[in-house]
Every structure is written in structure tokens, then in C-alpha cells.
């Protein structure tokens, strides 16, 4: 009888320490799970433009569909070719400027608790858009542009994979700032 009252006991405690125990630091933070689209927002830049140099003769473009061609450039300035004739010290600026942004974004990451879902997949899409055009930035000096959207005579910014993650990171941050949230933790109702 004595044995039984104490493995109850022991139950008992082992179950109310559980469920007081705290998670492994990080563990329940943004931080820890995500890392994944980084990671394929960077090799499908990365491989997307390599093809791009092999394949595609600098500025004639090849029509893909109605409306979208693929045309190599290349950009040393920022979205929008801003900045392009600057004059060369634009490409330090822009590293360290991607630097210091993948930093933010990184510790914005670690401080956001992991149900908030949306808010942390628009993070990880600009982190990875950010990364990969740094990469261009660190081995060409310049980014890596393919993607030619027009209509009729007016054509859209040439863009690229990484551009395309940090657009769509930053219309889901928009959305969540709205409270319109395409993304939802599985125990959100």
C-alpha cells in the first residue's frame, strides 16, 4: 500500500514539473524554426541566376510568356536601379547595409515568439532575399537581374528570385501589421 501512495506521488510531482518546466531557451522563439526558407530563397536565387548568366545574352531579351521576358542585367545600385551611377562606394554602402539589416532581422527573429507565424515568415523571406543579393554584392560587385514583367511598351524594374522574397516578405509584414493574416499558427483560432 505504501508503495503505491509513493509511486503516485512521484507521479503526481513528475507531471506538475513538467508542465512547470520552461523550454529550452530559444526553442519556442521564431528563431528556432524557419531557417529553411532562408535557405531556399538562396540556392533558387543563387541557381535561378547562374542559369540566367549561362543561358542569357546581357540585355536581349527571350520571351518567356505574353508579358514576361527573361533579360540579363545587371544592377550596382539599389531597387529600382537607384543609385546605379554613383560611382563604385554604393556597393560597400549596400553590404553594409544588407549586414546590418540580416543582423536586425535576426534579432527581431529571436525576440518573436514562434506562434507569430506570418510576422515570421515575412522575416525569413527578406532575410533570405537580403542574403542572396548580398552574395552578388560580395562576389560581382553588382546584383544579378533577370526578370522583365511589361506591359505594352512599359516594363517593370528588371528583379530576380531575391527580390521577389523580400516583395513578398514585405507584403505579408504589411498584412500582419494590418492584422490580416494569410498565415496562422496551428492553435490560433
Known sequence: ???????EESSAQSTSSESTEKPIAGYDR??????WIVFLV???????????????VLHQPVAI???LNFTLAYNTGA?????????????????????????????MLYK????????????????????GNLIDRLRLQKVVDFIDFYVGQWHFATFNVADMAISIGAFLLIMDSFNFRIFRYKSEP
Open 30 to 35: 521564431a528563431i528556432s524554426k524557419g531557417g
Open 112 to 131: 518573436a515568439p514562434r506562434k507569430d507565424l506570418q510576422f515570421s515568415i515575412s522575416l525569413w523571406l527578406v532575410l533570405g532575399g537580403a542574403l
Open 79 to 107: 531597387a529600382f536601379s537607384f543609385l546605379h551611377q554613383a560611382g563604385g562606394w554604393q556597393n560597400t554602402f549596400f553590404i553594409v547595409v544588407a549586414l546590418l539589416m540580416s543582423l536586425v532581422l535576426l534579432v
Open 65 to 67: 510568356i505574353p508579358n
Open 1 to 7: 500500500m505504501r508503495s503505491g501512495a509513493l509511486s
Open 42 to 56: 538562396v540556392i533558387l536565387d543563387q541557381a535561378s541566376k547562374y542559369l540566367a548568366e549561362q543561358f542569357l
